[in-house]
């Protein structure tokens, strides 16, 4: 057990702890994704040639993230952070709905029921964890204006089967890109926080 | 008034909730009340705890709702009762530290007897059911422990993450002992020890020159 | 006109930069010119390959300046001779998921002999030279297999991100094949094994009675 000295008023996490189980949970998080996406994928969309359409699909597309390493190691770690708190806030609306609605699809393997409802549980944990990190470096009100709308809820509830499909590998491909996004830049910042870029 | 409780165990058997325990002290005949609070690192608030029936008396249950891993929970237990009250040493949980799983199940062992080669033992097993299904979230790490079955001392092989080990050294004629538990992320605190497995090595296991 | 090419393959050794392959369909005998196309995710415009050099024929070589991640390409090839042009099917390509890497390197095999315990095996190697793990930009699992030299089967273990392995479990006096590759982390594709290293356990591993 974390021994906190006798009588020691602030027996804390270290900032290296915080960022060691934000990855576990975010490699974690991106296994359900690819699992998830892989089942649906396989089971759903064959032959529906969905990925061409996917394109320039995702609801995130609006927030501007680093798109390969160099892009992400110029960019400091308290914007790197608001932008991992921001694409993970813009998820928490429709991972909700995602684990509703993933109920009403036709023979819908258990599989698919729990990943999906673990995806938006762990997905909130991990929004908590960015957060206390975040607050390590500063104290004040964490900002709130990194954010992205989803509206897609009557596209999961359309009446036509293929348009609804369509929606939820939308979904599910989406999901399973930021959940890779959030992971790399979460390891970057490990390594370059707390490793010195030694990992 | 009443003496002080001890808080005496917390665990976790998923790193999803955790409940923690405590030992009254003598409380002098007097019908005495206990209380559990906690707080949280970096905050100020002091919480009560949110179920004192789940898990059975003397003790205080924390659904996912009220369990987190982020934070340091320092959690005392308060006895009071007409004579005044008297509050337990602060107990600090961190719960990735608390995650004790339940023993591996369907533990089989079967001698191997290849054409021109040696017998050999394998062991295979399972992960414990609740951590089974959330593969990836508990990254579970195993250990076997075997003996003659009259010999004193326990030789232990941790066998990281398999769920499954080969074992050529035994000695013919002989009867084994064979346990196995397992802890999860390298952090957390040893299953109990699986139910004890005999096997026999039947004497034909000669060694021979290759 | 010439037949349609295929794109066969498009491959990131290191999750920077990525190259694609194609295979011609029949030309009929005409000299015939291949181009290759791409747009990205979310851009109208359409770009030509790079660099068709680099990798070699009927390849297309995209350097870290060309490599977005968490993007999709959109990829096609043109075939065009004297008697008109033919377009590939086109392939969608989001690097992130075809990273596969180079097989690790500096595999070394040892033998241990503690004093009053069994011998054992440790296994230390090194990622592929191009991948950065330092950064964190990419992280490596890796998975080992081995079989007795004049065996069938290959027995595999999964070591996730460690680069060294110790192995206990081995037949005093058999000759080893051990091999290892790589893949990124849970996505990705495995990498081509290594090359087969040779150990051969010492008779003298003796059997002892517990």
């Known amino acids: ?199 | 008034p009443p003496e002080k409780p001890t808080i005496i165990k917390c665990r976790s058997p998923e790193k999803e909730t955790f409940t923690c325990w405590w030992k009254p002290g003598s409380d002098g005949g007097h019908p005495t009340n206990y209380t559990l609070l906690y707080s949280k690192e970096g905050e100020q608030q002091i919480y009560e705890c949110p179920d004192y029936r789940t898990a059975g008396p003397n003790s205080c249950y924390f659904d996912k709702k009220h369990t987190s891993f982020w934070t340091i929970y320092n959690i005392t237990v308060r006895a009071t009762n007409e004579m005044g009250s008297n509050v337990s040493d602060p107990r600090y949980v961190d719960v990735t530290y608390i995650v004790q799983p339940d023993p591996p199940v369907n533990v089989t062992l079967e001698l191997k007897k290849p054409i021109n080669r040696k017998t050999y033992l394998v062991l295979t097993w399972s992960p414990p059911p609740l951590a089974d299904i959330r593969s990836g979230w508990l990254t579970l790490e195993y250990e076997l422990r075997l003996k003659p079955e009259e010999g004193e001392e326990w030789e232990t092989v941790f066998v990281g993450q398999q769920t499954q080990y080969k074992m050529f050294s035994l000695n013919p004629g002989k009867k084994y002992i064979i346990q196995i538990h397992c802890k999860a992320d390298h952090y957390g605190l040893w299953s109990e020890w699986s139910p004890e497995y005999y096997i026999e090595i039947p004497t034909d296991f000669r060694v021979r020159d290759m």
Do not use: M
């Open chain 1, 1 to 199: 057990l974390p021994i906190c000295p006798n009588g020691s008023v602030n027996c804390q996490l270290s900032l290296g702890e915080l960022f060691e189980r934000a990855v576990k949970l975010s490699h974690y998080i991106h296994l359900l994704s690819t699992e998830i996406f892989n089942e649906f994928d396989e089971r759903y969309a064959q032959g529906r040639d969905f990925i061409a359409r996917a394109v320039n699909g995702c609801h995130t597309a609006s927030l501007t993230t680093p798109e390969d390493k160099e892009q992400a190691q110029q960019t400091h770690h308290e914007d790197l952070l608001n932008l991992i708190l921001g694409v993970l806030r813009s998820w928490n609306d429709p991972l909700i709905h995602l684990a509703s609605e993933v109920q009403r699809i036709k023979e819908a393997p258990d599989t698919i029921l729990w990943k999906a409802v673990e995806i938006e549980e762990k997905n909130k944990r991990l929004l908590e964890g960015i957060q206390k990190i975040i607050g390590r470096f500063h104290s004040g009100e964490i900002g709130n204006e990194v954010y992205s709308q989803w509206e897609g809820l009557p596209s999961l509830q359309l009446a036509d089967e293929d348009s609804r499909l369509f929606a939820f590998y939308t979904l599910l491909h989406c999901f399973r890109r930021d959940s890779n996004k959030i992971d790399s830049y979460l390891r970057l910042l490990k390594c370059r926080l707390i490793h010195n870029n030694n990992c």
